[in-house]
């Protein structure tokens, strides 16, 4: 997704639990970047969890946001993905609705591309 993510450079780990990589948005992003880290991988029972846990994303008010993605089969043979964010605060700082269904679109919108890609090119 070049016109979202300029680039992804890994700081320390392999990519497993424990890594922490710095994003870099694309040109017509609001942000700059932020800083990633893998929380757990469970392979077995498809699922991911990873924290945004610096950036201007998280734009001063937020300490981190922790994402936690489950993969579960559905009836018709395919796969559902489901995500649950959990948005760390600093102090008594509240967000508004507005910003995290924000969020939530913009999410939603890396993900269709993402799948939309893994659609046209299976051996990815």
Known sequence: MPQAIKNVKILEGDGGVG???????????????????????DKENLTHSYSIIEGDVLGGVIESITYHVKIVP?????????????????GDAEISEE??????????????????YL???PDA
């Open 19 to 41: 890594t922490i990589k710095v994003i870099q948005f694309g040109e017509g992003s609001q942000y700059k970047s932020v800083k990633h880290r893998v929380d757990a991988i």
């Open 74 to 90: 559905s009836e018709d043979g395919g796969s559902i993905c489901k995500n649950r964010s959990i948005y760390n605060t600093k």
């Open 99 to 116: 910003k995290i269904k924000e969020g939530k679109e913009k999410a939603m919108a890396m993900f269709k591309a993402i799948e939309a």
């Open 119 to 121: 659609h046209a090119n």
